[in-house]
């Protein structure tokens, strides 16, 4: 008969559980704002995050990265300012273009980005993460404003190309679905 005691179980970390555990610390005001307010080549990119089923993932985190319109990927500071006083997040500073941003999913799985177009040498993307429930490990993909030449888009047959391509809308606006599985899932990217 052994008196030793089984090892404890190590405890999971949030990579091996099924979140979210980010819907009260990593949303920010005016995530959605990357483009200052009234700038004459603001565009709008939006579209809904979907499950597996066609359903809509309402709790899902999407971070946006993009270079400038110049090309520059330096970005501005600006995105995360606090307050001083309380230490709360103040948002953006509401002028400077500063390359990232952070929007949760609504009831409907619905997003909505606005930015001013990426100046990409080759074809204009802006980079997006997803993080969802049921993930264990955020999703990389590409919001592609235009089809056209591109090293990743050339590599891929046409159905799978067309996952990555937002569709043009009026008024400076972009629909780009994020379909996370299934039947015309989109193009995720793995990086080393």
Do not use: K
């Amino acid at each position: 008969m052994s008196t030793a005691e089984p090892a404890a179980r190590p405890l999971p970390t949030p990579s091996h559980t099924v979140g979210p555990f980010y819907g009260y610390a990593l949303p920010f005001p005016d995530g959605e704002r990357v483009a200052p307010a009234g700038h004459p080549d603001r565009i709008t990119l939006h579209g809904r995050v979907l499950d597996g089923a066609g359903a809509p993932v309402p709790d899902a985190l999407l971070e946006f990265w993009q270079a400038a319109p110049d090309g520059s990927r330096t970005g501005a500071p600006g995105s995360l300012r606090r307050d001083p006083v309380t230490g709360g997040h103040l948002g953006r500073n509401g002028t400077d273009f500063t390359g990232f941003g952070r929007v949760a999913t609504d009831a409907d799985g619905h997003y909505t980005l606005h930015t001013l177009p990426p100046g990409n040498p080759g074809q204009p993307h802006i980079a997006v993460c997803v993080f969802a429930r049921g993930l264990l490990h955020h999703l990389y993909t590409r919001a592609y404003l235009a089809d056209g030449p591109d090293p990743l888009l050339d590599r891929l047959p046409a159905d799978r190309r067309a996952t990555l391509i937002a569709a043009e809308e009026p008024y400076r606006t972009h629909r780009f679905d994020i379909r996370l599985q299934g039947e015309r899932e989109t193009v995720f990217l793995e990086f080393p």
